[in-house]
T-cell receptor
Framework: SQTIHQWPATLVQPVGSPLSLECTVE??????LYWYRQAAGRGLQLLFY??????ISSEVPQNLSASRPQDRQFILSSKKLLLSDSGFYLC??????????FGPGTRLTVT | GQNIDQPTEMTATEGAIVQINCTYQ??????LFWYQQHAGEAPTFLSY????GLEEKGRFSSFLSRSKGYSYLLLKELQMKDSASYLC????????????FGAGTRLFVKA
């Protein structure tokens, strides 16, 4: 069966510090991968998605970036965090771009 | 562009039936999804409709009318554990088959 991992579960970072969130999927190959952010009490905002290694589509211009160095690994990064980057970050995978399966999420607080 | 509307909150009684509506506007409809999200957790996939009609899965059913841009999620025999947010999401074939999420409907089940 397929599983998706995200770490860390929680993170508190000062403004201006770098960020690296990692997501890995097991039990499948060539999945579609997604990064979402959810602000408190809000809906999911799609940040990046990838249909293959090295293929990243950005949805929202901001100080975040994503990379897919391996088939089942998706990394979300920032060089300098802003207060507005606080939120619940969710990685998801999909076998065919239809239904998505989410990781447990990372709760980021920028102070 | 895309737009998804669903009620912000609903309250229902344990054992009852509740219907959560979702209307959407998209130029390249390619499927509608419902997800359940408990507070502080990641969303979990509930249902997928791509053709008109009713899809039943246990206590949960989802309906789609593409001509009306309308869907509903029907929850029967409500249980306290059904208290959660329910997210309506639409897959858009324009721009690379992205999935756009609504803000969610927070359902409170009372005894």
């Amino acid at each position: 069966s397929q599983t998706i991992h995200q770490w860390p579960a929680t993170l508190v970072q000062p403004v201006g510090s770098p960020l690296s969130l990692e997501c890995t999927v097991e039990g499948t190959s060539n999945p579609n991968l997604y990064w979402y952010r959810q602000a408190a009490g809000r809906g999911l905002q799609l940040l990046f998605y990838s249909v293959g290694i090295g293929q990243i589509s950005s949805e929202v211009p901001q100080n975040l970036s994503a990379s897919r160095p391996q088939d089942r690994q998706f990394i979300l990064s920032s060089k300098k965090l802003l207060l507005s980057d606080s939120g619940f970050y969710l990685c998801a995978w999909s076998p065919d771009g239809a239904e998505q399966y989410f990781g447990p999420g990372t709760r980021l607080t920028v102070t | 562009g895309q737009n998804i509307d669903q009620p912000t909150e609903m309250t229902a009684t344990e054992g009852a039936i509740v219907q959560i509506n979702c209307t959407y506007q998209t130029s390249g409809f390619n499927g509608l999804f419902w997800y359940q999200q408990h507070a502080g957790e990641a969303p979990t996939f509930l249902s997928y409709n791509v053709l008109d009609g009713l899809e039943e899965k246990g206590r949960f059913s989802s309906f789609l009318s593409r001509s009306k841009g309308y869907s509903y999620l029907l929850l029967k025999e409500l249980q306290m554990k059904d208290s959660a947010s329910y997210l309506c999401a639409v897959r858009d074939s324009n721009g690379g088959f992205k999935t756009i999420f609504g803000a969610g409907t927070r359902l409170f089940v009372k005894a």
